[in-house]
């Protein structure tokens, strides 16, 4: 009679053979799962006014990985420096302004401090002693208003160079290209201001729907690893287990975490993984 531990070692051997496992053996256990992203946006320019700006540069194709910060499009700029020229000299002007109130408000305040010097005087006159108060009243307040110009200036010439250093359009976070929604050429307008829409990959997760008895496998802060469709495997954290709206349903639904270094392998919303429990 052959011992024990040989008959348990055939039976293995010839399970391997034909394809199973016996029961002493199993393989990981997996449940499937999907990638859900939170968010995909419209890129859009932020122009003002009823001006439309030409698109002057695509840098990017649908299906391409950026990271934030990277360029999406540059729009022309041609008609905004021309406008920043315009109100960079009106600004001077406001400030030329400005000194030659000032200098007024000089004179008039030498004027009235003459005037009322002589009020103990015989020179003294009543009438010139007030047009003289006026005078600097007047004075000050065309100071006041050649200031306020200035400022105003300023705030357009500002609002021109924001305008152009936004007409360079960066990604706002790590994303995916799915549409182009223009074309060199085109123009943008405040109307219509959108560029493209990108999928936020910084906040993809894995959604998976498990029934109630595996529960206890998923404790909030659990290292898994999961498989996407090439068979890559990477590594995610159960970050939420979702509470049960309906008590018809024995399952829950389970958000997972990925590892910011594996942000980039997924690709697609709803695309399909395989969450392995025994690891």
């Known amino acids: 009679m ?7 070692l055939g039976a293995v051997v010839l399970g391997l053979h034909l394809g199973f496992f016996p029961s002493c053996l199993h393989a990981d256990e997996t449940i499937e799962g999907k990638v859900v992203t939170q968010n995909v946006g ?14 002057e540069e695509l840098p990017i194709q649908v299906g391409d990985r950026v990271k ?20 960079q000299r009106l600004l001077e002007e406001a400030e030329a302004t400005v000194g030659v109130a000032n200098a007024r408000l000089m004179a008039a305040t030498l004027v009235f401090s003459r005037q009322e010097g002589l009020t103990t005087s015989d020179a003294f006159r009543r009438a010139d002693y007030e047009d003289a108060e006026v005078a600097v ?10 200031k306020a110009t200035v400022e105003r200036r300023k705030a ?35 109307v219509n201001p959108y560029i ?53 349903n024995n399952t829950r639904l389970i958000r997972l975490e990925l590892n910011r270094g594996d942000i980039l392998p997924i690709y697609s919303d709803q695309q399909p993984v395989k969450v392995y429990l025994d690891d």
Do not use: C, H, W
Not at 2 to 8: E, F, G, H, L, S
């Open 68 to 87: 934030k910060g990277d360029v999406l499009a540059r729009l022309s700029t041609s008609q905004l420096s021309a406008d920043r020229t315009v109100a």
């Open 137 to 146: 009243r007047a004075a000050e307040s065309e100071l006041t208003r050649a």
């Open 156 to 190: 357009e010439v500002q609002r021109i160079q924001l305008e152009i250093s936004l007409a360079t359009i960066v990604a706002p976070y790590d994303g995916i290209v799915v549409k182009i929604l223009t074309n060199v050429g085109a123009s943008v307008t405040q």
């Open 196 to 248: 493209m829409e990108l999928l936020d990959t910084s906040r993809a997760e894995i959604e998976l729907e498990v029934p109630s008895n595996k529960l206890s496998r998923f404790q909030v802060g659990r290292q898994l690893s999961y498989e996407d469709e090439n068979g890559e495997k990477y590594s995610a954290k159960v970050r939420t287990i979702l509470p049960n709206l309906n008590d018809e």
């Open 42 to 55: 419209k890129i859009s320019s932020e122009i003002t006014g009823e001006r439309a700006i030409r698109v």
């Open 2 to 8: 052959q011992p024990k531990n040989k008959i348990a």
